[in-house]
């Protein structure tokens, strides 16, 4: 509040949680503090050894609160601070008990000037300041106050004052550091106008693929001055593994396919998460390129060091100066994408892709495996690449235009066949992580074995066809969905639009480019139609939820959210409801660009329609999309019937009028508005909605050609 001016004090610490252990709500929230109220702790990681330490620290008398691996923590704390007296003393052996990775800040009521942190297996850095220090996990948190940085290693501990910071190694013994000098600028960190991180990351794309791009390309040439790797070590290599997650992965998978083409090197591809797990056939004569934005990654640390032990090479492909993979690896290329806020990646999978094409066609040319002719037009079209991105992002409105056709899907389904189906692994993941929406990609070749079954009448299948070489056989499985109902959005090249739009009606169009470069431009619009679907569905698009806070209302209390209402559609207008359920369980949905229902429409609705949220009232089995809450239908009561006079309307004062209790427990208030002359109002029930696990009644009135529109929102009773 007031920007923290109403908080006294010199000295705090906060934290954004992952739910890892407990629900979302305040009890669980970080900082944890000790049973006397003298420690406090924040964390990031998963203490593995939570239930062993809290068994022994319940059987010692000590009173837990959360339901979180973090309070052991605290509770430890002054645990052994009773023993020794001493704040460092206490975090030197909490941290010889705790198992597991934590990024930890600690504060002690009797040390009220400095703050105790401490790292192993997840990110933490420090920042150098005028008369202050830093502690964060991440450069974006402290670049508006310090660009002098200092990144934690595991098994460090560092004591942060007002006058500086003095590091501890694992041995708790004094050490000095590399201080790293942030280059980014503030901006970069900020909005800039857009109304989301994700879009303005998604049109920063051309320059990201610029930065990464042209200081590479010399003369006809790639050139990494930065890799230490020589060309017999490069020859020496038999074997290559790709290792990354989530988005990173299907980076290595557009690889795998581009870089056996160049090389003629065997390339797998392989899960952070599973590597280490998988036994996997490593040793010196093995290239192992890791792949993070962060070099953070948990996952992927433990998947490099598990190579190193093994005798590989390890090659990463990093955004973060400095980070944790960076230095630990052998051979470390940047991306320079600068920051990225939003939690769906975009610029970094963009730059990430660039960077390892250009080390295939690097490493093919040392090799001798690579035609002179094909080198030099990728070459030559790796430096088009970012106005090309910037050409594929002008067309938003066609993107635009479908995303509002198909955002009522609820299973959509990606084909395509080699690099077509690499790029469909992102594409799906993209849509389902922020638009919630189940998604699949498939090799089209697969889908006769079993998955053509889950195609029927009205499923949305995005035909992705933009590899030249494989592109009547694309068609073919084209005809294939189509011919069993699929409703098909197709994305191909310039030079296919004509062919593609024989057979289907919705066509997405990417330039001409080189093979290998395909996916860097065909992700685009792919980005872009998640976004605008996730708009369309009304989602939290930069935080996806399961990060998102609900609000937890007490139980029975009734929340009243008035919306404007203009025309026939609200463009921008926006409900947000916040639901109270049993035991303060938390709930939250939105619902944007809704439709305000004219009076002239209302009227001519019969007794038993439904409504359709992009189109308004009609006839047949419609539905409105609440948010990421759907397939539930909104039955018309009583069209302009005038059945409750006594309903929400705005423009006047609202004036509880009681309630009652109906068959399932749940309040239905009811309330009047007291200077509202308009008494025909048609009435729509939402029979039953199940929103994270709390089923909600809700009534709301609904009438046309007034200023305001309110919803009633009910809880049990």
Known sequence: VHGGADVEGTIGMGHTRWATHGAPNDVNSHPHVSENGKFAVIHNGIIENYVELKEFLISQGVTFRSETDTEVVAQLLEFYCNECGDFFESVGRVLRRIEGAYALGMLCADCPDRIIAARKDAPLLLGFGEGCSFLASDATAIIKHTRDVVYMDDGEIAVLTRGGIQLYNAMQQPIEKEHHHIEWEVSAAEKGGYPHFMLKEIMEQPDALRHAIAPRLRGGEIVFDDLKLTPEKIRGFDRIFIVACGSSYHVGMVGKYNLEHLLRRNVEVALASEFRYSDPIVDDRTLVIIISQSGETLDTMAALREAKKRGAYILSIVNVVGSSIARESDDVLYTWAGPEIAVATTK???????????????????????????????????????????????????????????????????????????????????????????????????????????????????????????????????????????????????????????????????PDTAAMLLPSLGVVPLQLFSYYIALQRGCDIDKPRKAVQGVALPQGQVVLVPFVVAGEDTGQNRIVGALGAAQQRTAFFEVERCVALQKQALGAVSTGGHIDRAAGWAGGQRRLQFGSVVGHAVRHQAAAAGIHKEALLSGGKFQRIGHTVDGDGYRVAAARLQGVERENVGVTIIDSITIQGNRVRSRCAVAAGIDQLCLLYTSPS
């Open 348 to 510: 970094a999978y963009s730059t990430q892709l660039a960077v390892l094409d250009m080390v295939g066609l690097c490493f093919a040319k040392i090799l001798g495996t690579v035609r002179e002719e094909e080198y030099a037009d990728a070459v030559r079209e790796l430096a088009l690449l970012p106005d090309k991105v910037k050409e594929t992002l002008g067309h938003c409105e066609d993107i635009q235009k479908y995303a509002a056709q198909h955002f009522h899907h609820e299973s959509v389904f990606f084909i395509g066949r080699n690099l077509d189906y690499a790029l469909g692994l992102e594409g799906s993941l993209k849509l389902k992580e922020i638009s919630y929406i189940h998604s699949e990609a498939y090799a089209s070749g697969e889908l006769k074995h079993g998955t053509i079954s889950l195609i029927e009448d009205g499923t949305l299948v995005i035909a992705l066809g933009t590899y030249g070489p494989l592109f009547d056989k694309a068609m073919s499985n084209v005809v294939e969905v189509k011919a069993r109902g699929a409703d098909v959005l197709a994305l191909t090249t310039e030079s296919h639009r004509g062919e593609m739009a024989k057979t289907v009606d919705h066509v997405l169009t990417i």
